[in-house]
């Protein structure tokens, strides 16, 4: 137990990620993989502040995070007992072929938050394709059952905006407006993949905790010309997407 304990203490304070915060993601992992089953009893505060070696009150806090989640209840005097595993539904598969791209994920909504136009294209993760002069920059929140599970940034060459009807944009994934754009052909296109953790605004969005694993992904477009037709940078909640690679 002393082992397990050190290795604990240890790993918290590795990461910057407030301590409460990422006990609360150990305690409901240990949940989801039945190693704290549904009706158990888990182990006192103290106990679990002697395990992390952390204060009780950490140990209260990332308990209060699962509690209003739904995972676990408190009884005074009793204990505190495990009622429910966390929701693993997918909220959202990102696909990694351009087919899978072009199809809208069932029942989900997308709310425009913001549209600027004349904007500078953002920092992309490759070099593929020429910048267009312009873009127009919309912000979009897709949701299902509404539930947030991605934010995301399209940038549009202003150029061919007159090409899109409004209405796409609060209809179907960037790619397949990408796809769409009459006399335009996809020549070239680029998906990233990165992980991180969820800043202030990100987490505000999509109804997170500060910290929580998020999955960035950036998506350019290239055209037959060479450019730049569409960038779109999105953010998914990371408990409630995967990404499957066919490998043949």
């Known amino acids: 137990m002393t082992s397990v304990m050190n290795a604990t203490a240890r790993a918290l304070q590795k990461s910057n990620v407030s301590r409460y915060i990422q006990l609360a993601g150990l305690f409901r992992q240990r949940i ?12 006192t505060v103290k106990e679990l502040a002697e395990q992390c070696g952390v204060a009780t009150m950490t140990i209260r806090q990332a308990l209060d995070i699962i509690e209003g989640e739904g ?13 429910e595993r966390p929701n693993r539904d997918l ?7 351009w087919s899978g791209l072009l199809i809208a994920r069932d029942n989900a909504t997308i709310d425009i938050l913001g549209d600027e136009r004349g904007v500078k294209l953002p920092r992309r993760e490759s ?23 991605m934010i995301g940034d399209v940038y549009v060459d ?27 052909t996809i020549e070239d296109a680029v998906q990233i993949v990165t ?3 969820a800043d202030l605004e990100t987490a505000t969005e999509l109804n997170v905790s500060i910290g929580d694993p998020v999955a ?8 037959q010309h060479g450019d730049i037709v569409l ?18």
């Not at 909220?91 to 072929?97: I, L, Q, R, S, Y």
Request: proline content about 6%.
């Open 32 to 43: 989801e993989t039945g190693e704290w089953d549904i009706g158990a009893k888990i182990p």
């Open 71 to 83: 995972l676990i209840e408190r009884y005074r005097a009793k204990g505190t007992f495990v009622v």
């Open 91 to 97: 909220w959202c598969e990102v696909k990694t072929d």
């Open 127 to 149: 070099e593929i394709g020429r910048p267009a002069p312009s873009y127009r920059h919309l912000k979009r929140r897709h949701s299902r059952a509404g539930a947030p599970f």
């Open 158 to 184: 202003e150029r061919i905006v007159p090409l899109i009807p409004d209405e796409a944009y609060s209809r179907i994934t960037a790619m397949r407006i990408a796809h769409d754009l009459p006399g335009h």
């Open 195 to 197: 992980i991180g953790s």
């Open 216 to 223: 960035r992904v950036q998506r350019i477009t290239v055209d």
């Open 231 to 248: 960038l779109a940078n999105g953010i998914y909640r990371g408990d409630m997407m995967k990404i499957e690679v066919k490998l043949r």
